[in-house]
């Protein structure tokens, strides 16, 4: 679809995503600018599926932006994908026609749709999260594009230690939301931990839905069933990388009375169940927020580069396990050795199965 399709369709589309709008109530937002302009402070962000609620990876997106307009004044405006993700582009140039700068484009999905956006907008500037700015034919997708990219592979393998250390019998699980070379990323890692601890570790691995299909982030009850077999064959530690469905994986692990590992954000603190609570015994953090409020404050400095990326990583901090909840206190010692060693380059963790 070239530039004027994009823009028509973008027009339709304009009533329904104004009604997701979320201004700041900061009265200061005059005080903003737009990247060394003159206006205000308008933000666009475009989720992945499920949009936000999702209480976690849309929903640290959110928490970033938010803080980077308590900070510096403004507004946000939401934009959420329909169920099969074909409206992606339309609302990414939805939001460039409305003026809103930055445009930040939260997750992979994005990866067939915003280089062609940029190409239309090029006054705009857009960050995509999980997403490099060099498409796979080795072009980029425009120098008006940043890729906010995470080591998770790192911080799986933290998870992966603490499974392992948590696991009396020497079994643990883990869930994908959908088949994909970033989610396999998470895989990788949690392998290389757990049998960096216990080489003789087993494993159960399953995704909610194969390559293609976003529906596994948000199928908590799949998850759930998921999760049931791998507790009921043993498994006494369940990841899940699966966004939205991650909750189904919270809710086997009480039925069975075993532990799940969380993602993206601290998930004992945003699950409202205190039986929930009981059973995340770490989540494995991307600072998904961190980095779009940092993103955005470049931006409104007049900082940033555009046509490369920014990874967020164990040594920058944009990758973590949480404590929250004190289960995994007493290995901090095993988790802070492992660390260093992949901050020293000690440890090479794989990002494929």
């Not at 939001?95 to 062609?116: H, K, M, R, S, W």
Request: aromatic content about 6%; charged content about 20%.
């Amino acid at each position: 679809m070239g530039k004027t399709g994009l823009r028509a369709t973008a027009l339709l589309l304009a009533g329904s995503l104004a009604l997701v709008g979320c201004a700041s109530d900061d009265d200061g937002g005059d005080d903003g600018g737009n990247g060394g302009g003159d206006g205000e402070l308008r933000i666009g962000l475009a989720y992945d599926a499920v949009g936000r609620g999702d209480r976690s990876f849309n929903d640290s997106a959110y928490a970033g932006a938010q803080a980077a307009v308590d900070q510096l004044g403004g507004e946000v405006q939401e934009f959420t994908p329909n169920e099969d993700g074909s409206d992606r582009a339309e609302g990414l140039a939805n939001l460039a026609e409305q003026g809103y700068n930055p445009v930040i484009a939260v997750g992979f999905a994005y990866d067939e749709t915003i280089a062609e956006v940029a190409a239309d907008f090029p006054d705009t500037t857009f960050a995509q999260v999980d997403g490099a700015n060099e498409l796979p034919d080795g072009t980029s997708k425009g120098d008006n594009v940043t890729g906010l990219l995470f080591a998770e592979e790192e911080g799986s393998f933290l998870a992966g230690v603490a499974a392992a250390l948590k696991s009396p019998t020497g079994h643990i699980g883990f869930i994908g939301g959908v088949e994909s070379p970033l989610i396999q990323k998470f895989e990788a890692g949690y392998v290389a931990g757990a049998t960096a601890v216990n080489p003789a570790i087993r494993i159960d691995v399953q995704y909610i839905s194969p390559a293609g299909d976003f529906s596994g982030f948000n199928a908590p009850d799949r998850a759930e069933d998921l999760a049931d077999v791998m507790y009921g064959d043993g498994a006494e530690v369940v990841f899940h990388a699966a966004g939205g469905s991650g909750t189904g994986v919270f809710a086997a692990a009480v039925t069975a009375g075993k532990l799940a590992i969380g993602v993206d954000s601290d998930q004992y603190n945003t699950v409202d169940d205190e039986a929930q609570k009981a059973v995340i015994m770490t989540s494995m953090l991307k600072r998904v927020d961190n980095a779009v409020e940092a993103f955005i404050t470049e931006f409104e400095a007049g900082d940033v580069q555009g046509g490369t990326d920014v990874l967020n990583d164990l040594s920058t901090e944009g990758i973590a396990l949480s404590t929250t909840g004190g289960q995994i206190d007493d290995i901090q010692t095993q988790i802070a050795d492992y660390t260093q060693q992949i901050v020293d380059g000690e440890i090479e963790i794989p990002t494929t199965p």
